[in-house]
């Protein structure tokens, strides 16, 4: 009984219907980037052309997690900046953003946060493609978006379980669906046909040990996602935090004096990140009124 529920639950995330039209273009984009002959200025274009998104898209590369120097103030800079990969992360981050906002701002939040001491503990490590982590980070509670947005109901019955068994989401999840947000995020993700970097992180960030190929990078996003519980920055109505892998611990070798340095750069960063925050959701209330 318990399998033919989990299967049936597996079928409805996998068959998703409910989120943003996102698929058809990143798989346009994904078959562009295939092509040796498309350009950085054609990618562009076919950004540019959904204008909300291009503008949510260019928001996040703006803000304080990424901190570049300089502003991006365009679709090409910011692809050939942070790379197609990145680009990709982020606009399923933008095409979510509303519903984010609107419903789960608490989530919205903790992604934030979780993306900030992702890169944070990426650059530390002196880790190739941090802009990369980061945006793991980002993403890596896409699943339980899946879930509220799909299933509904469970999702009720998942928040009644956190609150009257005082149990973590990921337990109370795996009672009512025989899975979790995790293996939900990496079957999105697997679907919008993203590249390993992304998909481990997401699919692996409650356990990276079973990460096969990512290990370093599910390792940092496993540790981003337990500071920014324990620091208590957007943590909706599960706030439980998670105990921390041994060997992610190990694999990033941090010092007491790394751990210092890290949570003083990200106090530093979350107070730009949730003007950023604020400031999205200002803008969001009053475009109702402005349409």
């Known amino acids: 009984m318990k399998e033919e529920k989990r299967d049936r639950f597996k079928k409805a995330l996998r ?27 054609q990618m562009g274009r076919v950004i540019a052309r959904d204008h909300i998104l291009a503008v949510k898209l260019l928001k996040l590369v703006n803000s304080a997690f990424y901190g570049f120097p300089q502003r991006i103030s365009s679709i090409d800079s910011a692809i050939i900046l942070l790379g197609f990969n990145v680009i990709k992360g982020l606009i399923i ?3 979510i953003f509303e519903f984010m906002e ?23 490590l002196g880790v190739d493609d941090p802009e990369e982590i980061s945006t793991a980070g980002l993403i890596h509670d896409i699943g339980k978006v899946a879930i509220k947005m799909e299933l509904p109901q469970e999702y009720e019955e998942i928040s009644r379980l956190v609150q ?19 293996e939900a995020g990496g079957w999105l993700t697997r679907s919008w046909n993203l590249p390993a970097k992304l998909i481990e992180p997401v699919s692996c960030h409650h356990d990276p040990r079973l990460a096969k190929n990512e290990q370093l990078t599910c390792a940092i996003v496993h540790f981003a996602n337990i500071v920014i519980r324990g620091m208590g920055y ?25 751990m210092d340095i890290i949570i003083e750069e990200v106090e530093e960063k979350l107070w730009d990140v949730r ?3 604020l400031e999205v959701r ?6 109702p009124e402005n349409g």
């Open 275 to 277: 003007g950023f925050s």
């Open 164 to 182: 009257e068994k005082r149990i973590s989401r990921f337990e109370a999840e795996k009672e009512v669906l025989g899975l979790n947000h995790a």
């Open 282 to 287: 200002k803008e969001s209330a009053s475009e």
């Open 234 to 258: 957007g943590h909706g109505d599960d706030v439980w935090v998670g105990r921390l892998s041994q060997r992610a611990w190990r694999l990033l070798g941090l010092s007491p004096t790394d």
């Open 93 to 95: 981050s933008a095409s």
């Open 15 to 41: 068959e998703i219907k409910n989120l943003p039209t996102l698929p058809g273009i990143v798989n346009k984009l994904s078959r562009m980037a295939e092509d040796p002959e498309t350009t950085t200025e």
């Open 102 to 124: 609107e419903q789960d701002v608490e989530l919205w939040e903790h992604s934030l946060g979780c993306a900030v001491v992702a890169s944070v503990v990426a650059r530390r």
